[in-house]
């Protein structure tokens, strides 16, 4: 078809450029750390099985070890008890996969910030609808702190500070937003804080709710335009799971 072939030429000829948004996984990519009495994921790690040695002479491999929710990942709706009979991440159709995405960039704001449904009316007020079908990329300049688990969780003794989504935009991206998600830089979707919401993580509870999708520990979200990137994420499909992995590249024009 025409177009893929001009998509093809662009890309060859730097016209469009392929950025990737995802964060390596090293056995030190941040994880969430829940306290006592909750369940923990597991640090992404390799387990070598063979480098050219007795154990496989021609050749490097390795099995590794990983959580559905370690490093860049989806979150699919059947992850949170809201969206329980709204599918796993196996069950997502790939035409969702491949969406346009709009960048609302509150970088430099307090690691408190919460997102207000102003925010994103101001946001349209400048550029236009949110992308139908899209995602919301929420930048909030906290990539910077990617590379150390203690400066990314951001925690004290009143919990960790990360910024998020307040209630009432998080229910309003859910009900009322065209987009089938939200992507973020932070560990999760939710504000560190969303714990003491009401409900708690608002995010996770209503868009996932609502059958859409969280993206979350994004990076170079300051390279992208306010509109117009096209975003392929590729989730693996994990039967039953309640997400994955994900690497996500943005297709930007220059
Ligand atoms: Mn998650």
């Known amino acids: 078809m025409a177009v893929l072939g001009e998509l093809a030429e662009a890309l060859r000829s730097g016209s469009v450029e392929v950025i990737d948004l995802t964060a390596p996984l090293v056995d030190t990519t941040p994880i969430l750390l829940l306290p ?15 480098r050219y040695d007795e154990r496989g002479p021609g050749w490097y491999w390795n ?11 989806l979150d699919a709706p059947v992850h949170w008890i809201t969206g329980r009979d709204k599918g796993d991440v196996a069950e997502i159709a790939p035409g969702r996969l491949v969406a346009p995405a709009a960048v609302l960039d509150k970088a430099g704001a307090d690691p408190d910030y919460l ?4 925010d994103v009316k101001a946001w ?36 960790p500070h990360t910024p998020g989504v307040s209630v009432e935009c998080a229910r309003w991206l859910a009900e009322e937003a065209p987009i089938i998600g939200l992507g973020v830089e932070t560990v999760g979707t939710d504000a560190g804080a969303a714990h003491s919401f009401d409900p708690p993580f608002p995010c996770h509870s209503f868009l996932l709710g609502a059958g859409k999708y969280g993206l979350t520990q994004l990076r170079n979200l300051q390279l992208l335009p306010p509109t117009g990137a096209l ?23 220059r």
Not at 64 to 73: D, N, Q, S, V
């Open 36 to 50: 006592e009495p909750f369940a923990n994921t597991s640090r992404f790690r390799l387990e070598q099985l063979s």
């Open 124 to 159: 349209q007020a400048e550029h236009g609808p949110l992308p139908d079908g899209g995602w919301l990329l929420y930048r909030t300049g906290w990539d910077a702190r990617a590379g150390d688990q203690d400066d990314f969780l951001n925690a004290d003794e009143t919990g």
């Open 63 to 73: 099995d590794i070890h990983t959580g559905e929710h370690t490093g860049t990942h």
């Open 231 to 253: 975003l392929v994420t590729a989730p693996l499909p994990i039967v039953g799971g309640s997400g994955s992995p994900t690497r996500v590249l943005a297709l930007v024009e």
């Open 115 to 118: 997102l207000q449904v102003d």
